[in-house]
């Protein structure tokens, strides 16, 4: 089939309204699309949201550039959700496979589509693609998934074997206004009465935050219908519906087409968006997924879709407006026409390297060049706050050397500043950490001033020694670029849940309780990143053990769920760095050019 010109594509667009689209088990679907006007065959571009699709992300001022740019582009509200029918007690991810299979059929057989299906779409609208892919609708050539949800053990439910609280206690909560919205109501009173309980769970997040104990009761998820989901997919782990539909979707085996991941380097999904890309590149079924799959990593965030972070790149750069992938029909379209050439014209992955604010091609990832570099944590045993004496450094410790300790009290959680976050709480970004490392339970490594730019790209690893006097506790590392003003930016950062400390990926979460006092090796995983470390910066280590509401906080108990502060436990923390225990990060290195 020739390359479709999106250059000769009539310009003048014919919208339609709530197109019905019958599954094979009677429900119905609708969906709004945007043509060409005029006779003719188009190819198609399908999103499809749980969002209403009068407010899907990034399509509502998008729906006639698709079609302006040759496409018959189609947003279709999911079952259970916007227009479409199906139960009001919607259940996220659980149909998604078979419904967008049938719906990409359907698109394919409208009388103005030429038989070409791609999907496109952020988010939630990412996760229906890959689930869709993974049932190999005949007609589907490929997937645009632009800030995807990943596996849920890697990206979503869970990070280092931690539940992500801001993120999913904003988003179920989110859920819950809409699909107590669709309920039958007995009088136009009671629905109005309904709206403004569902209004105040939203508020009730943004005033009271987080706080809420204990957490297999959390309010407002708890009052929100969809609640009741969420805590059964955390009782019910592996074998969850829709833990059951995350493992299916990234069956990269399965998955025939190529797909173009967008991703940022602040976006909470990152780690979930680069294992999509690495997957089909290594494993994808077939040749052509495997070899015309594609990846952008740009600085940015979740949400607001199409925004940058904002304090970790220059304003105003032209360049890193010109590849905004949420003004993103332009870039799909090109993407998609690009599939009948033999050649790849463009680079495997394009990455955007903070610091130095520039784009650059590369041919895989992890880069094949990258050298594994550590930098080793030590101190006099005081590295408390960002004025105390740890040090990091690229030579390791030479004999014993004091631990350094501090206090990790639940009642008083370190609060989240910046990283890969979402919610209505924090802001994400690269926010300065300076503001928090006054706090004695944040220990503080800082490098020499650089003589010479280090490219940091790919994933970093944080090997603590600890020891603990509770059975269970948590650790979170982060990397930090210190500027000559002293501005310490957050670039990346990950946590660890010490009981899953030998796989916290694990979706069956396999448990070990510490041995208090006993030294225990944690390996902290943190999200992959680009940034230049510039010469006259320095490099900065901070390790603590919450970063509260993004991660639910540890009570240094067993129960993770029905525990309250009541039953809580102060934690008594020790870091060890000596030539036996040698703390350190493990750094991807991009050796400078010549």
């Known amino acids: 089939m020739s390359s479709f010109d999106p250059a000769t594509a009539p310009k003048d667009v014919v919208i339609h309204y709530d197109v019905p689209c019958t599954l094979s088990d009677g429900t119905v679907l609708r969906a709004d699309i945007a043509r060409p006007a005029g006779e003719g065959r188009w190819p198609v571009i399908l999103a499809r949201t749980p969002y209403g699709?009068?407010?899907?992300?990034?399509?509502?001022?998008?729906?006639?550039?698709?079609?302006?740019?040759?496409?018959?582009?189609?947003?279709?509200?999911?079952?259970?959700?916007?227009?479409?029918?199906?139960?009001?007690?919607?259940?996220?991810?659980?149909?998604?496979?078979?419904?967008?299979?049938?719906?990409?059929?359907?698109?394919?057989?409208?009388?103005?589509?030429?038989?070409?299906?791609?999907?496109?779409?952020?988010?939630?609208?990412?996760?229906?693609?890959?689930?869709?892919?993974?049932?190999?609708?005949?007609?589907?050539?490929?997937?645009?998934?632009?800030?995807?949800?990943?596996?849920?053990?890697?990206?979503?439910?869970?990070?280092?074997?931690?539940?992500?609280?801001?993120l999913n206690g904003y988003w179920w909560t989110m859920l819950g206004v809409e699909a107590l919205m669709r309920r039958d109501w007995d009088s136009p009173e009671a629905k109005a009465e309904a709206v403004t309980r569902a209004a105040g769970w939203l508020e009730a997040l943004a005033r009271d935050g987080y706080d809420h104990l204990p957490l297999d009761r959390f309010a407002p998820v708890a009052e929100s219908i969809q609640g009741a989901q969420l805590f059964d997919l955390l009782r019910n782990g592996a074998n969850d519906p829709s833990m059951k539909a995350s493992v299916r979707s990234n069956d990269y085996g399965n998955i025939t087409v190529p797909a173009l991941v967008v991703a940022g380097w602040y976006d909470i999904f990152i780690r979930g968006s680069i294992d999509q890309f690495v997957g089909m590149r290594s494993k994808g079924g077939s040749e052509v997924a495997r070899?015309?799959?594609?990846?952008?990593?740009?600085?940015?965030?979740?949400?607001?879709?199409?925004?940058?972070?904002g304090e970790q790149i220059s304003p105003g750069s032209a360049a890193i407006q010109a590849l905004n992938p949420f003004g993103h029909m332009g870039?799909?379209?090109?993407?998609?026409s690009s599939l009948d050439e033999e050649e790849n014209a463009e680079a495997p992955v394009k990455i955007w390297v903070m610091g130095a604010d520039r784009w650059r091609d590369e041919q895989e990832?992890?880069?094949?060049r990258t050298v594994v570099t550590p930098w080793y944590l030590s101190s006099g045993g005081r590295a408390n706050t960002s004025g105390g004496d740890g040090a990091l450094t690229p030579q390791p410790v030479k004999g014993g050397a004091p631990e350094d300790a501090f206090v990790y009290d639940p009642a008083n959680p370190v609060p989240t500043r910046g990283g890969a976050v979402f919610g209505v709480s924090?802001?994400?970004?690269?926010?300065?950490?300076?503001?928090?490392e006054k706090r004695d339970d944040i220990l503080v490594y800082k490098s020499d001033i650089l003589d010479q730019d280090i490219e940091v790209t790919g994933t970093p690893f944080v090997e603590l020694w600890v020891k603990t006097d509770v059975v269970d506790t948590d650790f979170v590392a982060r990397l930090v670029d210190v500027h000559p003003d002293g501005t310490a930016r957050l670039i990346t950062d990950g946590i660890l849940r010490a009981r899953y400390r030998d796989n916290p990926d694990d979706p069956t979460r396999p448990a070990?309780?510490?041995?208090?006092?006993?030294?225990?090796?944690?390996?902290?995983?943190?999200?992959?990143?680009?940034?230049?470390?510039?010469?006259?910066?320095?490099?900065?280590?901070?390790?603590?053990?919450?970063?509260?509401?993004?991660?639910?906080?540890?009570?240094?108990?067993?129960?993770?769920w029905s525990g309250t502060l009541a039953d809580a436990r102060v934690a008594h923390q020790q870091v060890l760095h000596d030539e036996v225990h040698p703390s350190r990060i493990l750094l991807p290195v991009i050796p400078a050019a010549g």
């Open 53 to 166: 699709k009068a407010v899907a992300p990034g399509f509502t001022t998008d729906l006639t550039h698709g079609a302006r740019h040759g496409y018959v582009t189609i947003v279709q509200d999911v079952r259970g959700r916007g227009t479409s029918d199906g139960k009001a007690d919607f259940q996220p991810w659980v149909d998604e496979g078979q419904d967008g299979a049938e719906a990409v059929e359907w698109a394919a057989s409208l009388p103005y589509s030429d038989g070409r299906v791609h999907m496109s779409g952020p988010s939630y609208l990412g996760f229906v693609q890959w689930a869709a892919a993974a049932e190999r609708p005949p007609s589907l050539r490929a997937i645009h998934p632009i800030v995807p949800v990943g596996h849920f053990t890697r990206s979503f439910i869970y990070s280092g074997g931690v539940f992500e609280l801001e």
């Open 291 to 309: 070899q015309k799959s594609r990846l952008i990593v740009g600085p940015w965030a979740h949400h607001p879709q199409g925004k940058m972070t």
């Open 331 to 336: 870039a799909a379209a090109r993407y998609f």
């Open 365 to 368: 990832w992890p880069i094949s």
């Open 426 to 436: 924090c802001v994400p970004g690269g926010s300065d950490q300076n503001v928090i």
């Open 512 to 560: 070990a309780p510490l041995e208090p006092g006993k030294p225990y090796l944690l390996r902290i995983e943190l999200l992959p990143t680009s940034n230049l470390f510039k010469a006259g910066h320095r490099l900065q280590v901070d390790v603590t053990s919450s970063c509260f509401p993004r991660w639910a906080r540890n009570l240094n108990i067993w129960d993770e």
